[in-house]
């Protein structure tokens, strides 16, 4: 079934740890993002892609680093964890051009 | 930035009654969307706006997209217990260098049997 992969689907982590949490999808599309939800404050960009090879800081990208070596995969990545990015994170992806975007399932991140 | 009104920010309802929720924005938008989260989920595209003034139904939902192009409505009608969910709005502005979406910050719905 087409759409986006997501792993882990949880993960607790130590403060201070390194961590990448990983993005796929295989419907081809152009776009991929990686949000964080946090409640009462909905959903946040943290960084964006809007073709393989190129990349863009959302509005809470700091802490995160993102690469898109290719089409389909778009890995985040916390340097190092501190307890303020637990959170569900999302990634997302469109074909782009203003076309609705298609979510992953999240992972639930908790920094202890 | 860009930012997004969304309301209520939650409604406890009786199965069959209708439901309506907004969404406003100081700014223009060339697209409005409306998503559903389920619990444990990721948010799923429900409707999808691109024309001021365009109405769209999907079953029991229907939205449109103000004239302004600054506004949005959701209305879904004779709820059902698995419309529980939140459910978000989102502006979309493309072409340039990104095309980026701006979320509300959702309205939680439930819906007693």
């Known amino acids: ?112 | 930035g860009q930012q997004l009104n969304q309301s209520p920010q939650s409604m406890f309802i009786q199965e069959g009654e209708d439901v309506s929720m907004n969404c406003t924005s100081s700014s223009i938008f060339n697209t409005w969307l409306w998503y559903k989260q389920d619990p444990g989920e990721g948010p799923v595209l429900l409707i999808a706006l691109y024309k001021a003034g365009e109405l769209t139904s999907n079953g029991r939902l229907t939205a449109q997209f103000g004239i302004t192009r600054k506004d949005s409505f959701l209305n879904i009608s004779a709820s059902i217990p698995s419309d529980v969910g939140i459910y978000f709005c989102a502006g979309l502005n493309y072409g340039g260098s990104q095309g980026n979406l701006i979320f509300g910050k959702g309205t939680k719905l439930s819906v007693k049997p």
Request: aromatic share 8%.
């Open chain 1, 1 to 112: 079934i087409a759409g986006i992969t997501q792993a882990p689907t949880s993960q607790i982590l130590a403060a201070g740890r390194r961590m990448t949490l990983r993005c796929t999808q295989d419907m081809r599309h152009n776009a991929m993002y990686w949000y964080r939800q946090d409640l009462g404050l909905g959903l946040r960009l943290i960084h964006y892609s809007n073709t393989a090879g190129t990349t863009g800081k959302g509005e809470v990208p700091d802490g995160y680093s993102v690469s898109r070596a290719n089409t389909d995969d778009f890995p985040l990545t916390l340097a190092s964890a501190v307890p303020s990015q637990t959170s569900v994170y999302f990634c997302a992806s469109s074909p782009g051009n203003g076309l609705g975007y298609t979510f992953g399932s999240g992972t639930r991140l908790t920094v202890v």
